[in-house]
């Protein structure tokens, strides 16, 4: 059965070498580099074998042949919830400052305001208090218009 033009690579048919093997030299496809680093392993091997098992423990990969000092590589810090420092405080982000300050100045604004100290505010009871009058004024009107009406209605009936 045809694959296409081009044919997949055969993963599962891969052979890793085990560290005995690259060690002893007898993988099946032994790197130059490898051979050398696999000296050295034998040499120090001899001088302190607990030494290395912990050093091959702790790193995988090619970190255990190659020393990195990489200062952007930074190892995520899990912290577990019973170690949280609950008084540590964090630093908030300039946006965040001024929303905070923004709503503080919001609430100040409008205490303020229901005190009637604000410009706005007392133009506000100003006009308000033209308003009353004027609605006072109009009711009073409104009953001596009535008043007077009933008086004219008496009139006529006598």
């Not at 007898?26 to 050295?40: D, G």
């Amino acid at each position: 059965m045809g694959r296409g033009k081009f044919k997949g690579k055969p993963t599962g048919h891969r052979h890793f070498s085990t560290p005995e093997e690259l060690r002893a030299g007898t993988s099946a496809r032994p790197r130059s580099f490898k051979r050398e680093v696999a000296e050295e392993e034998v040499e120090e091997e001899s001088e302190s074998e607990e030494e290395v098992e912990e050093e091959a423990e702790k790193r995988k990969g090619i970190q255990g042949i190659i020393d990195i000092e990489n200062p952007n590589l930074v190892k995520p810090k899990n912290v577990k919830a019973k170690d949280v420092d609950i008084g540590k405080t964090t630093e908030l982000s300039r946006r965040e400052r001024e929303e905070i300050e923004k709503q503080k100045a919001h609430e100040r604004y409008m205490r303020l305001q229901e005190q009637g100290k604000t410009e706005q505010a007392k133009k506000d009871l100003e006009r308000l208090a033209l308003i009353r009058q004027q609605r006072a004024d109009a009711a009073k009107k409104r009953e001596e218009e009535k008043a007077a009406k009933e008086l004219k209605k008496g009139e006529v009936r006598k």
